[in-house]
C-alpha cells in the first residue's frame, strides 16, 4: 500500500489523491512484480469476510480521469511535463525498503505510471525504519510498504494502531475522519452485532473515499513444497509450519 501525509500541500486534497490511485495500473503491476492477480479493489481482500466492503465501488486505472483530476485542482502541464500549480512542480519523495525485494521493483513502477500523469516521483529505497521516523517528524510525503490485516482472525487491534486519532507508524498520517475514532470505539467495545457491522461499513467506506492509504495489490502467502512431502498445511495467520505433521512419501 502506499501511505501518503495529508498534511502535505501537494497531498491534502482527495481529487489529487485519488488521481494518484486512478493513475497505478494495479493489474499490470501486481503481475509483473507479485507474479499473481492480486491487484487490490480495496483495503481488505475477499477472504476477510465481514471487512470486505462489497458494496464499495472498486479502485479502478483510469489515467485519463486522473489527469482530468489533475487539471480540474489547477496543475498544468510544465515545460518537462511535471505538473505546476502557482509555481510549484508536483513533486514528491517516494520511500520504501528493500528487505522486501518486491517494493522497490513496485516503487519504480508506480513512478513510471505517475509520470504519465505528470506527477514526478524521487525513489528512496532506504531503511524501514526511516518511515516511521519521518511520520513523527512530519516529513514524509510518500512511503510505500506492506502490513499484513490477517494476522489476526480480526484487524480490529491492527487498525488501532495504525489509524488511531494521531495516525499510526503503518497508518494514516494528519487524517482526521468524522465519525471514525467512533467507529473503531464500537469495535472493542460492543458487543452487538448490527453496531459492529454498521461501525465496519464506516471504517471501509472512510478508508476507500478519503485514500489516507492507497491499497495496490493484496498479500498471498505462497509456499513450494516437494511432492513427496505430505500432510503439508498452511496457516493463515503464519504462526506456525505444522512441521510436526510433515511426513516424506514412502517409496
Known sequence: MLKLNLGDPLLTE?????AISLAIDRNTLAMAVLRYSGAASQLFPPNMGEWHNEALPPLQYQPALAAQHLKDAGWQAGADGVLVRKGQ???LTLLTFPDRPELPLMAMIIQQQLRQIGIEVKINSTSASEIPAQHHSNRLQMALFSRNFALTPDPTGTLLQDYAEKGGDWGAMNWHPAGFSAALHTLTQSTDAAARSQARILITTALQQDLPVIPIAWY????????QLKQVTL???ERHFGLRQMKWEQK
Not at 14 to 18: A, G, T
Request: proline share 11%.
Open 14 to 18: 482527495q481529487p489529487v489523491r485519488e
Open 89 to 91: 512542480r508536483f513533486s
Open 220 to 227: 498471498q502467502q505462497s509456499a513450494a513444497i516437494n511432492s
Open 235 to 237: 496457516d493463515p495467520f
